[in-house]
């Protein structure tokens, strides 16, 4: 009776293991052992039993469900930044690691309690613990995942320093977990998930106390080889059986971890104090400061030996020529044992294929899929049409889900320029097939490249064959498919006409356009299921017949209209009900807005949606990563040459406009519309311009985004900054002007929205701009992928190849994480008061 009430109290909150649950159960059990301290041991192997079926059934820590990936696997939006999706995430994340790092904190605090005085707790323990870090047991990769998976590994060292073991299970508990705390060094290096600074400092107090626990680990002086003599041989470390080899081996490992262990808490220390305050500058740690250049192709080797996967991702870590030699070297002679880890691809292939890479290309047909820019990347004249390498691109096209290749459409079409055997024509007609809206999108696409320019006199070389494709991909459609085919190109094709037949009035009254749009409005028939190019993933469902308004245009007819748009999110279901171990209740909810959209007829806005991507990129990696900032990458689609539909920012309005309205000053708007600076709201739209200044500035200088007058810059109903506008960027500025700084506007008015200079709202602005140059460096080559792709359409900002050789300079992909931290913040003190910014802005007022 006795076992079976503390089997139910161990067993039910374990088989519901929320959060909650455990925190119950951890209440409940304490209390037991207050009033009975001898039923520790069945409290313990009850936990225990539990533990192992938690692996079992992959639930928490051990689940994969919330595992590291890369940010362009997903798909990619256009939509404005959302703090709900960030919140949510870290939710899911918390509910699905607190039940375990709680059930950690309770059993260490049993064992340091009882360790001496209790042996039966021991072996239950040393049973979790060598379960838990099996090879075959995985552990969560997520960047939250980093404080329970150290703390059990902490739990495990010093457990190993506490107990008299025997032999080959104190050797098989030490060798299970230095092998689990590499497994953490064989992804991508992370950041802390959110920008929480006590849950970082947290984290890098954890990590001091684990690597000295490591460097503290001694094997007894008793373990010597005699002892074995008369056992089985016993694999120890990388096949040896002799101990004094081990004990060598093991000086090697603990080394190794160390150096690994120093960079994560170096990297922790960058983001929780990227601007080095109080005068500590974490740019190495001890060990990496000490190592020769000799001694760091050794270190590789060394690390390959434990985990090919692990030795790949050291050159991340350490920026070193020598480190990316060795890995090179490595992965092309051994491409078997890395085909699992895509980022592994890079060296065997590189930026062109030689001799020494084509032995390993064999292993291509197995390899990981990369992101779909990546693949794309391989169908480039400089990989000679491998069939191998072709294959594997279009291999990693097609797996792929639609919704993440979709965001991709425009660099798929200009991969037909060397599509020199049909692989990439083959991926847009099988597409095309499988989504409509894939379909539509790249049809729209194809005749926007028939042409060059904004008058779209200049035929692009590709014509023929898109007009060929069109045709074909067109004719290919029957039934339903064809239906909506017909039903969505006749309603867009009656908006677009209207601004051909405003043509004849660009001379006359604004009034008089006035009254042509609306005219023309009027006769639009809306068929249910119609969608504007700009919104594939909403459908109109009305329109504001009267919102037509002619635009400013010496030669051309541009209009704006208003259409009600359905589109769908998921949101967390009232009762917030946990389906499991870090699941909520998700319903989905239609909500209707109403869109307003710009009709573009002879300006090119290609560029506009190149930029427009990248920044979208971005904002999948602030996502990714929980830092709370703001973009807003609306849509624009090019439909025909020198056509496209441009989304508005809804509820904004630009700095130039409020000018026109006698409002001469931001902070004063500021004042005028959210209230004094001590009241909530002004405090939260300060907070709002503060974020997405900061992702903007970053977004600016990397793609050198020029043009930026008042009328590029908006401000939106609740304070963010919008930039609009994507004319001009990378090498050239309006009328081959040079006023505008390299780095980004930064004036007065802004840092006094800010707080001032020296306020606490310019230093979190400047945090957080070093914390966005940070994040998106990782990823540096997909998104110059992105903008390499698009070499092919000659757009006015490109100068060719020099234009992306400038675009990786501005990563400084060579510098270390503190060093890159030093440099933006050089960037910042760029940008601030800049005389260049203010010159520019008086030009523009000239110019008016």
């Known amino acids: 009776m006795y076992n079976d009430i503390i089997y139910h109290l161990v067993q039910r909150p374990m088989a519901t293991f929320t959060t909650q649950s455990i925190t119950a159960g951890i209440v409940a059990w304490t209390q037991l052992l207050r009033q009975r301290p001898a039923a520790l041991a069945s409290v313990i192997g009850e936990i225990s039993a539990a533990w192992l079926e938690t692996i079992k059934s992959k639930k928490g820590l051990f689940s994969a469900a ?71 047991s995985h552990m969560s990769t997520h960047p939250l995942a980093r404080e329970a998976r150290f703390s059990l590994l902490l739990f495990g060292f010093r ?73 089985p041989p016993a694999i120890l470390i990388h096949g040896s059986t002799d101990l004094q080899d081990y004990t060598s081996q093991h000086t090697d490992r603990v080394k190794l971890l160390s150096l690994l262990i120093e960079n994560e808490i170096a990297r922790l220390e960058v ?25 760091w192709p050794r270190t590789v080797r060394k690390a390959w030996r434990i985990s090919p996967s692990m030795a790949v991702h050291l050159g991340e870590r350490f920026k070193h020529a020598n480190v990316q030699a060795e890995i090179t070297k490595l992965v092309r002679a051994n491409p078997k044992q890395v085909v699992h880890v895509p980022e592994a691809l890079h060296y065997v ?17 197995v390899w990981a899929p990369v992101p779909p820019v990546t693949a794309l990347v391989y169908f480039q004249p400089r990989y000679q049409n491998h069939p191998l390498i072709l294959q594997y691109g279009m291999r990693v096209l097609e797996q792929h889900p639609v919704d993440v290749t979709f965001f991709f459409v425009p660099q798929v079409v200009q991969a037909l320029r060397t599509d020199a055997l049909g692989y990439v024509e083959r991926f847009i007609f099988e597409t095309s097939k499988i989504s409509q809206l894939f379909c539509h999108q790249i049809i729209w696409n194809m005749k926007a490249n028939t042409y060059r320019g ?24 029957s ?65 504001d017949r009267l919102s037509g308004r002619p635009l400013q245009s010496h030669a051309k007819a541009p209009f704006m209209a208003t259409f009600k748009v359905q589109k769908e999110r998921r949101e967390i279901a009232p009762e917030a009900t946990a389906v499991g171990a870090g699941q909520v209740a998700m319903i989905k909810h239609k909500y209707d807005v109403w869109q307003s959209a710009i009709f573009k007829v002879g300006d090119d806005c290609r560029q506009d949606v190149l930029a427009l991507q990248i920044i979208a990129m971005f904002k999948n990696v602030f996502q990714g990563i929980g830092l709370f900032l703001y973009l807003f990458p609306y849509r624009v689609t090019a439909t025909a040459p020198g056509c496209g539909v441009i989304d508005v920012v809804p509820d904004a309005t630009s700095r130039d406009e409020m000018g026109r309205t006698q409002v001469n000053d931001l902070y004063e708007y500021f004042i005028n519309k959210y209230g004094s600076v001590d009241t909530v709201t002004f405090k939260t739209a300060r907070l709002n311009f503060i974020k997405s200044m900061a992702a903007y500035s970053v977004a600016c200088y990397i793609l050198q985004i020029k043009d930026r007058h008042n ?100 990563f400084q992909l060579q510098l270390g994480e503190r060093a890159a931290a030093d440099y933006m913040m050089g960037v910042i003190r760029n940008a601030h008061e800049n005389m260049r910014s203010g010159l520019y802005d008086r030009f523009q007022k000239l110019q008016k």
Not at 189 to 209: M, V
Not at 279 to 287: E, F, K, L, N, W
Not at 725 to 744: A, Q, R, T, V, Y
């Open 271 to 295: 983001w929780s104090n990227p601007l080095a305050e109080g005068g500590r500058s974490v740019a190495q740690g001890q060990i990496e400061r000490s190592m020769s250049t000799a001694e």
């Open 711 to 810: 009328g590029n810059i908006m401000i939106d109903g609740h304070g963010h900054i919008v930039h609009i506008d994507f004319g001009f960027l990378f090498d050239i500025g309006p009328g081959g002007i040079k006023f505008e700084p390299n780095s980004f506007k930064l004036n007065h008015e802004m840092i006094a929205v800010m707080g001032g200079r020296d306020s606490a709202g310019y230093k979190m602005f400047t945090e957080l701009t070093v914390k966005a140059f940070l994040a998106i460096r990782p990823h540096a080559d997909q998104l110059i992928d992105t903008a390499h792709l698009m070499l092919g359409t000659e757009l006015p900002s490109f100068q060719g190849e020099p234009t992306i050789k400038r675009l990786r300079q501005r």
């Open 349 to 365: 292939i590189g930026d062109h294929i030689g001799p020494e890479s084509r032995a390993a290309l064999k292993w291509l047909p």
């Open 66 to 136: 919330m595992d590291y990936h890369d940010p362009f696997v997903a798909p990619v939006e256009y939509s404005p930044s959302d703090e709900n999706i960030m919140n949510l995430e870290l939710s899911k994340a918390r509910r699905l690691l607190s039940p375990h790092l709680l059930l950690i904190n309770f059993l260490s605090s049993q064992y340091q309690t009882v360790k001496q005085s209790e042996p039966e707790i021991v072996m239950p323990i040393i049973r979790l613990m060598m379960r838990s870090v099996a090879p075959t």
């Open 454 to 477: 904004d008058d779209g006199a200049e035929e692009d070389p590709m014509k023929p064959l898109l007009d060929r494709m069109i045709n074909m991909i067109v004719a290919g459609l």
């Open 479 to 543: 039934g339903k498919a064809k239906a909506f085919y017909d039903l969505e190109f006749n309603f867009f094709s009656e908006v677009t006409s209207i601004s051909g037949k405003l043509k004849p009035y660009i001379k006359k009254s604004k009034p008089e356009k006035k009254a042509k749009i609306d005219e023309e409005m009027a006769r639009i028939e809306l068929s249910v299921g119609v969608y504007l190019p700009s919104n594939p993933d909403g459908t109109v469902i009305d329109i």
């Open 159 to 231: 457990i190993l320093a506490s107990v008299r073991l025997e032999t080959l299970l104190e050797l098989r508990l030490r060798d299970r977990l230095f092998s689990a705390a590499y497994s953490w060094f064989s992804v991508r290096p992370q950041w802390s998930f959110g920008s929480n600074r006590d849950k970082i400092g947290a984290e890098i107090r954890l990590l001091q106390d684990f690597i000295s626990a490591v460097r503290s680990d001694q094997i007894r002086a008793d373990h010597s080889t005699s002892s074995m003599s008369d056992r």
